[in-house]
């Protein structure tokens, strides 16, 4: 006998909400993986000026937290580099971290680049 199983995909709903980090929250400070990103990161936001894409409200992140708050967790995620075409605050608040849709457009581009050791390209950090 075989019984029929439902082909529907369930799915779960997820709660998203824009909400800047609290101060008290601590960002790692784990060290850069990849002895090259700084210059991979730079050259990513050189060409960005060279083409005429970086206006006074763009903004390039290199290992800030981006940030969100799914079914009432903090999560946080910090690609190796990131672009965003349009900020509404002044760069001066943004501090290793960036919260879209509360300060501006979500990113354009992300990028995280390979490491240098096997298995260290992603985190598993799971914060609050």
């Not at 709660?15 to 101060?23: I, P």
């Not at 990849?34 to 005429?52: C, E």
């Not at 995620?77 to 672009?83: M, N």
């Amino acid at each position: 006998m075989v019984i029929a199983q439902s082909l529907t995909p369930q799915t779960r709903s997820l709660a998203v909400a824009w909400e800047k980090l609290s101060d008290d929250f601590k960002l790692p400070d784990d060290p850069v993986d990849n002895v090259n990103q700084p210059a991979l990161a730079a050259a990513l936001t050189d060409s960005l000026y060279q083409a005429g894409l970086m206006a006074d409200t763009s903004f390039t992140m290199t290992n800030y937290g981006i940030c969100a708050t799914v079914n009432e967790k903090t999560v946080v995620k910090a690609p190796d580099w990131a672009f965003v075409a349009k900020i509404t605050v002044p760069i001066k608040e943004i501090e290793r971290s960036y919260t879209p849709h509360l300060q501006g457009d979500v990113p354009t581009i992300v990028m995280e680049f390979l490491s240098e050791t096997v298995g260290e390209e992603y985190s598993s950090k799971h914060y609050r």
